[in-house]
């Protein structure tokens, strides 16, 4: 299938890429036996191309194990890709080493998904939100102290928690400090690595709301991974559906939510628990099969092994992408068939 592009006067089409990525791949080694021999590979990330935009939220979902946060690491070289390139503001940073790297880190940062083993326990909350000045060389004395609490005044925390440690915090206040971490250098990029789902359904509403007025403030750009899939609908401008290491749907937020064009995205917004009780429940898709190993993916489509409009074709060759509506591309040989 060819691939159809979105018209020039199209507003992605002028909007700035901040990252791209070319053919991302990411392979693990199986080893086994006395001598540590590789017997395997697990394909985490499979040829993934994908830009992010400049002050833009991009959402991505899929089942647990599908290279969603292996996707995030790759792009921020904590896991440096097997093949492929990372593009940040036009420089591939798969061709730099650590040392080249770290002044790059400034503008690159992470919120992880549990706050409490992603703060050093042995720290106060004035130490770790420090520790990023120290590092860079950036802040000392009483410009350092004044940087820590202008950091907690932005999350929300009180100026007394910079002598407390983590475990005196409730879980929302431990992912304000490790969202203040990552803003502190006033980084160009975040990834937020499931950042509300250790915790309760109203304090991540706050947690969400406070992520949004940062990128607001500082001019963020986001990539958010959630399962949660009302959650990214809230907090995302666009949204990548992947499944066993690959990026099978991509499209603005709520076009994607409106009009799914893959099977396995119609099936996961299915899924959505709507609290309604004259909800009609047989409008649910149950996909067949379990997910397939990525040691062991499928030929052809990936998803052909649990797609209830498999063909032949679906079995031997690997779909394009192709862009079906204005910025809407989806993986699959028959969209046109069962949803346009």
Same mark, same amino acid.
């Not at 993934?48 to 969603?68: A, F, Q, R």
């Not at 991974?225 to 949204?239: G, K, P, Q, T, W």
């Given at each position: 299938?060819?691939?159809?592009?979105?018209?020039?006067?199209?507003?992605?089409?002028?909007?700035? !890429?901040?990252?791209?990525?070319?053919?991302?791949?990411?392979?693990?080694?199986?080893?086994?036996?006395?001598?540590?021999?590789?017997?395997?590979?697990?394909?985490?990330?499979?040829?993934?191309?994908?830009?992010?935009?400049?002050?833009?939220?991009? @959402?991505?979902?899929?089942?647990?194990?599908?290279?969603?946060?292996?996707?995030?690491?790759?792009?921020?070289?904590?896991? /440096?890709?097997?093949? @492929?390139?990372?593009?940040?503001?036009?420089?591939?940073?798969?061709?730099?080493?650590?040392?080249?790297?770290?002044?790059?880190?400034?503008?690159?940062?992470?919120?992880?998904?549990?706050?409490?083993?992603? *703060?050093?326990?042995?720290? #106060?909350?004035?130490?770790?939100?420090?520790?990023?000045?120290?590092?860079?060389?950036?802040?000392?004395?009483?410009?350092?102290?004044?940087?820590?609490?202008?950091? *907690?005044? *932005?999350?929300?925390?009180?100026?007394?928690?910079?002598?407390?440690?983590?475990?005196?915090?409730?879980? @929302?206040?431990?992912? /304000?400090?490790?969202?203040?971490?990552?803003?502190?250098?006033?980084?160009?990029?975040?990834?937020?690595?499931?950042?509300?789902?250790?915790?309760?359904?109203?304090?991540?509403?706050?947690?969400?709301?406070?992520?949004?007025?940062?990128? !607001?403030?500082?001019?963020?750009?986001?990539?958010?991974?959630?399962?949660?899939?009302?959650?990214?609908?809230?907090?995302?401008?666009?949204?990548?559906?992947?499944?066993?290491?690959?990026?099978?749907? #991509?499209?603005?937020?709520?076009?994607?939510?409106?009009?799914?064009?893959?099977?396995? #995205?119609?099936? *996961?917004?299915?899924?959505?628990?709507?609290?309604?009780?004259?909800?009609?429940?047989?409008?649910?898709?149950?996909?067949?099969?379990?997910?397939?190993?990525?040691?062991?993916?499928?030929? @052809?489509?990936?998803?052909? #092994?649990?797609?209830?409009?498999?063909?032949?074709?679906?079995?031997?060759?690997?779909?394009?992408?192709?862009?079906?509506?204005?910025?809407?591309?989806?993986?699959?040989?028959?969209?046109?068939?069962?949803?346009?």
């Amino acid at each position: 299938m060819a691939t159809q592009l979105a018209p020039d006067n199209h507003p992605q089409a002028r909007q700035e !890429k901040l990252i791209s990525l070319e053919n991302v791949t990411k392979s693990f080694p199986i080893k086994k036996g006395f001598f540590n021999r590789t017997v395997g590979q697990i394909q985490a990330v499979t040829n993934v191309s994908l830009d992010i935009y400049k002050g833009e939220t991009l @959402g991505i979902v899929g089942e647990s194990g599908c290279g969603k946060s292996t996707l995030g690491r790759c792009i921020l070289q904590l896991i /440096r890709p097997t093949s @492929g390139r990372v593009l940040f503001e036009g420089q591939d940073l798969t061709q730099l080493n650590n040392r080249q790297m770290r002044p790059i880190r400034r503008d690159m940062q992470i919120v992880f998904q549990n706050p409490y083993s992603s *703060l050093d326990p042995r720290m #106060t909350i004035g130490n770790t939100l420090a520790e990023p000045f120290l590092i860079h060389n950036m802040a000392r004395g009483k410009k350092l102290r004044d940087e820590v609490r202008g950091l *907690l005044d *932005l999350v929300g925390l009180p100026s007394s928690a910079i002598n407390r440690y983590p475990h005196e915090l409730s879980g @929302g206040q431990r992912q /304000r400090v490790g969202i203040a971490r990552a803003i502190a250098l006033k980084p160009k990029f975040i990834v937020a690595d499931e950042p509300v789902s250790a915790l309760d359904v109203s304090v991540q509403a706050q947690i969400l709301n406070l992520m949004m007025d940062l990128k !607001k403030e500082f001019g963020l750009t986001y990539l958010f991974i959630a399962h949660n899939l009302s959650v990214v609908e809230y907090i995302s401008d666009r949204v990548a559906v992947m499944y066993l290491g690959k990026i099978i749907e #991509t499209a603005p937020a709520r076009q994607l939510y409106e009009k799914p064009l893959h099977p396995y #995205t119609q099936a *996961l917004l299915s899924a959505i628990s709507i609290p309604d009780p004259d909800f009609d429940h047989s409008k649910r898709i149950l996909l067949e099969g379990d997910l397939p190993s990525p040691a062991n993916p499928p030929s @052809g489509c990936r998803f052909h #092994t649990r797609c209830p409009y498999k063909i032949e074709v679906c079995e031997q060759v690997v779909p394009e992408n192709e862009t079906f509506l204005p910025d809407h591309i989806a993986q699959c040989h028959r969209v046109r068939e069962i949803s346009l």
